[in-house]
């Protein structure tokens, strides 16, 4: 989109880096992600129980997957992907237009804040797209004003970062092997809504009912092989690497790891995710 979306305050930050280097890196890899995330994909979806003439808002899209989906089951209904990326926004509109879904519509704005309607959705989803408001009270309070009652908001999200391997593992060889702090529970992290009390505590504060939280263990897919998966971590960490005195060695260390969890299915690496149901009041 042309015009600027408003951003909140809280999440300029976000808005610098989805649209900008990090919404690029993920474009430019939005099959790589889609792959490694397929193990939740259909859970997400079937919890989400959409139907033929369903109104559908999907937070933090991406490259659209779960919308076009969306908007495949709700042939007679609608699916609309917000995200902060222009980039992976374009991408998405282009792939909606390819599968001839024209009832799949993306806008660029920022879900804490942005004015969807009153009770305009029947349903809310969010596939790792719900971690990073730098007001999580303010955005699902948002997110809530926009499902009529009785609709349902279903979220994927990352469990803590010590039951996700590939993450912490990455995480560590790009620090040279130092132990590092867990990222702090406010941050705008992957990990912001892994506590389950501090989920439902959010979910009731926004006026949703019925959380439920069900715990997935589902590998994630990294490469087809050793060279194909160490130059995508590698190149998601790179700024890390970059920062170690040795940096080919850590680039060794991780090869390595890399290549202990190769199988015949490709480079899979254990991991962990909550998936949320709540219904609007």
Request: aromatic share 10%.
């Amino acid at each position: 989109m042309s015009d600027t979306p408003k951003v909140d305050s809280s999440n300029t930050d976000q808005f610098r880096s989805w649209d900008g280097g990090s919404g690029a890196f993920w474009t430019e890899r939005a099959q790589r992600f889609d792959q490694g995330i397929s193990g939740y994909h259909g859970e997400l979806l079937n919890a989400a129980d959409i139907q033929q003439d369903s109104l559908v808002l999907d937070i933090g899209c991406g490259s659209g997957q779960v919308t076009r989906d969306a908007a495949r089951i709700a042939h007679e209904g609608s699916a609309l992907g917000v995200d902060l990326s222009s980039t992976l926004l374009d991408l998405a509109r282009t792939l909606a237009v390819k599968d001839q879904l024209y009832n799949a519509t993306f806008v660029q704005a920022d879900a804490q804040v942005h004015d969807f309607g009153e009770s305009r959705f029947d349903i809310a989803v969010g596939r790792h797209g719900t971690m990073f408001f730098g007001d999580r009270q303010a955005a699902f309070a948002n997110i809530a004003r926009a499902i009529r009652p009785g609709g349902r908001f279903v979220q994927l999200t990352w469990q803590a970062l010590d039951r996700n391997e590939s993450i912490s593992t990455f995480r560590t060889i790009a620090s040279g092997g130092r132990e590092l702090p867990p990222p702090p529970p406010e941050a705008p992290t992957p990990f912001s809504l892994s506590d389950p009390d501090r989920v439902r505590q959010l979910l009731r504060g926004a006026g949703f009912v019925d959380i439920e939280m069900t715990g997935l263990t589902i590998p994630m897919y990294y490469g087809r092989d050793v060279d194909d998966a160490f130059d995508f971590i590698a190149n998601h960490f790179a700024s890390a690497f970059g920062q170690l005195d040795d940096e080919s060695r850590a680039l060794d260390t991780l090869r390595g790891n890399i290549a202990d969890h190769l199988t015949d299915r490709g480079v899979l690496y254990g991991a962990a995710h909550w998936l949320v149901q709540a219904r609007r009041t």
